[in-house]
């Protein structure tokens, strides 16, 4: 029989507050010395406890006389990280991770082109503008993270969390996958920078068709030119950053 240990329990008993909301976001939690009198644990193992919740982005830690844990809500960057933690420890391919993005994205769009406010097409706008300054720069990494943004940007302005958060680690695994030269040349920036714009209009139309076709055509057409390239090439998702 395997018995878990202390600050695990601990840990579990502490997250259900946080989750149900007895533990309100922003508060802090009871100071350590505190819940060592409460819990009767040793003070290691109440800061091991801690620990564990501040990994899984449900405490901030903060140090100094005013310091202590304070409550956050998991959000979206937390679902990215553990979806980033599975493609990384699973090694998920490349192709793989392409094919849960053409699943996905197209809806994304649909709900951009639905829910999307002035404030979401500022971003999209702002990620346009980065990759079109992108077009004659040497070097890869303003086009990929513009590229990065856009993508999260869409995701966000359908105002569903989950999927953003699905989309925030699809975007940061390929962005990865990508950064090669053999790949990423002006003509797929350029075709990039089109498709875009034109998903870009019709996010700003309302049109949530011409939205979900035009993202279908555009995640379908970069993962067959990568996919060739990755046959030629050695494209894959590395195992550390």
């Given at each position: 029989?395997?018995?878990?240990?202390?600050?695990?329990?601990?840990?579990?008993?502490?997250?259900?507050?946080?989750?149900?909301?007895?533990?309100?976001?922003?508060?802090?939690?009871?100071?350590?010395?505190?819940?060592?009198?409460?819990?009767?644990?040793?003070?290691?193992?109440?800061?091991e406890s801690l620990r564990i919740l501040e990994v899984q982005?449900?405490?901030?830690?903060?140090?100094?006389?005013?310091?202590?844990?304070?409550?956050?809500?998991?959000?979206?960057?937390?679902?990215?990280?553990?979806?980033?933690?599975?493609?990384?420890?699973?090694?998920?391919?490349?192709?793989?991770?392409?094919?849960?993005?053409?699943?996905?994205?197209?809806?994304?769009?649909?709900?951009?082109?639905?829910?999307?406010?002035?404030?979401?097409?500022?971003?999209?706008?702002?990620?346009?503008?980065?990759?079109?300054?992108?077009?004659?720069?040497?070097?890869?990494?303003?086009?990929?993270?513009?590229?990065?943004?856009?993508?999260?940007?869409?995701?966000?302005?359908?105002?569903?969390?989950?999927l953003t958060g699905m989309m925030m680690a699809l975007s940061?695994?390929?962005?990865?996958?990508?950064?090669?030269?053999?790949?990423?040349?002006?003509?797929?920036?350029?075709?990039?920078?089109?498709?875009?714009?034109?998903?870009?209009?019709a996010i700003r139309d309302l049109d949530p068709d011409a939205?979900?076709?035009?993202?279908?055509?555009?995640?379908?057409?970069?993962?067959?030119?990568?996919?060739?390239?990755?046959?030629?090439?050695?494209?894959?998702?590395?195992?550390?950053?």
């Amino acid at each position: 029989m395997q018995v878990p240990k202390a600050s695990d329990v601990l840990a579990d008993a502490l997250r259900e507050r946080i989750l149900s909301g007895e533990f309100v976001e922003g508060t802090p939690l009871p100071p350590e010395r505190e819940l060592v009198v409460q819990t009767r644990m040793s003070r290691t193992t109440v800061r091991e406890s801690l620990r564990i919740l501040e990994v899984q982005g449900l405490v901030r830690i903060k140090a100094g006389r005013a310091g202590g844990a304070f409550v956050q809500r998991p959000g979206e960057e937390s679902m990215a990280r553990s979806v980033g933690l599975l493609i990384r420890g699973r090694q998920i391919r490349l192709a793989a991770l392409l094919e849960t993005r053409e699943a996905i994205e197209p809806f994304c769009a649909r709900l951009a082109a639905t829910h999307r406010t002035d404030e979401d097409l500022d971003a999209l706008g702002r990620a346009n503008a980065d990759l079109e300054a992108s077009l004659d720069e040497p070097d890869l990494a303003l086009f990929l993270q513009s590229n990065l943004d856009w993508h999260v940007a869409v995701a966000a302005a359908g105002h569903n969390e989950l999927l953003t958060g699905m989309m925030m680690a699809l975007s940061r695994a390929i962005y990865t996958a990508t950064e090669n030269e053999a790949f990423v040349d002006r003509a797929v920036k350029a075709t990039t920078l089109r498709a875009h714009t034109t998903i870009t209009n019709a996010i700003r139309d309302l049109d949530p068709d011409a939205a979900v076709r035009r993202m279908t055509r555009h995640v379908h057409s970069y993962a067959e030119a990568l996919m060739q390239v990755d046959e030629r090439t050695d494209i894959s998702v590395p195992d550390e950053d």
